[in-house]
């Protein structure tokens, strides 16, 4: 990076989205769902040359909002509840966030100042993200850094498990026979 001069346009790919649930305090029913994705992005950088280079790298975004989840005032208890744990499991929804691998949008190289602007770390990065890398990664020397515009579809939904009751019948003979295409009746009458 510290020779690149110009960036081309390259892939994204959706590599995991960590997803936390928490009540909003003071609005019942009402959750707040905090998002946080990880992308690989692959970009082709030149330095001037009509050859370029191809980098890796992790982005990383976060988002938050709020949902209505309905009041769960129900207490669960499961067979795995002990004696020592005998505390009913709190009744949160479950958080589903559907994605789509990004476009990239734009990409530049900034130089910088010294001080990091961001502020992920890379200890926070899960292992299996480090994983998806082919190399270890490193945050540089924060001389220069590229900067992506991500362009992302998602879908946010919150679950909650319902009981229903289905109602069961048996199996049973018709005692009509299907006249279906026997003559010009009139179709609204053998649906009636």
Known sequence: ???SQIIKGGCA????V???????T????????????????????????????EVEGLCVFDKRCILFG????????SSDTTLENIAP????????????DPIVL???????CGKRDCDCDLCEVPSFVNGCFDGELSSGD???????????????????DSQLLVPVYDYCMPDKECSCGSGSEDPCGIFR
Not at 18 to 24: A, K
């Open 1 to 3: 990076l510290d020779t």
């Open 13 to 16: 790919e959706l590599l995991y």
């Open 18 to 24: 960590y997803t936390d649930v928490e009540p909003v």
């Open 26 to 53: 003071f609005n019942r029913g009402f959750y707040s769902i905090d998002m946080r994705f990880f992308y690989r992005v692959t970009l082709q950088v030149g330095t001037g040359t009509p050859r370029s280079t």
């Open 70 to 77: 309905s009041e769960g005032s129900a207490k669960t208890f």
């Open 89 to 100: 499991q709190r009744s949160l929804p479950t958080a589903v966030v559907e994605a789509v």
């Open 106 to 112: 734009d990409a530049r190289i900034m130089d910088c």
């Open 142 to 160: 924060d001389s220069r850094r590229i900067y992506v515009t991500l362009g992302q579809f998602s879908i946010v939904r919150l679950e909650r």
